[in-house]
């Protein structure tokens, strides 16, 4: 047994233990309200709707979902690019990875295939949160995924011819 004047001090204690800890894994992390799926899901929604509908208004929204910076893209080169996916383009979105500010969502659409038919593709589409704005931005160039476009830059240059000696 406890003593009485031990639990009266570690009651309210073990009380706010009770209702802190469930919590815990969400201090210190400012994460978005709308998660990584529901962005990439409303993106390619929009740009869906923009492709069914025409004109450029649900596109324009899903440009505001890009980080745009990264990409080093304006609306209207954006607007270029998605004017050339097929007419019906339709996204479902698959499994979610997120670790710390970068997720990695899984998306498959079809494609028409030139030998009749469809196929499916399958891709990783990389999301940041934007700290700024605290909400998940869409790397739709993929520059922050894997290799960084600098190093990429580097890697795809030749390497230099050795010299000869004599």
């Known amino acids: ?73 304006n609306v209207n080169q954006f607007l270029e690019i998605i004017k050339n996916y097929p007419p019906g383009f339709k996204v479902d979105i698959g499994k979610t990875e997120i670790k710390g500010n970068q997720a990695l969502v899984g998306i498959s659409y079809k494609m028409p295939s030139s030998f009749g038919g469809e196929y499916t593709v399958n891709q990783v589409i990389p999301l940041n949160i934007d700290p700024a704005t605290n909400t998940w931005k869409i790397d739709f160039t993929g520059d922050t995924y894997g290799m960084q476009k600098d190093e990429a830059i580097a890697a795809s240059k030749p390497e230099a011819a050795p010299k000869q000696g004599k």
Request: charged share 20%; aromatic share 10%.
């Open 1 to 73: 047994m406890i003593p009485k004047n031990i639990r009266k001090f570690f009651g309210p204690f073990v009380l706010v233990l009770v209702i802190a800890i469930p919590g815990c894994g969400r201090f210190g992390a400012n994460t978005p309200d709308e998660g990584p799926e529901a962005v990439a899901k409303r993106f390619y929604e929009l740009i869906s709707a923009s492709k069914i509908e025409g004109g450029t208004t649900p596109a324009s929204e899903a440009y505001k979902l890009i980080n745009s910076e990264a990409a080093n893209l």
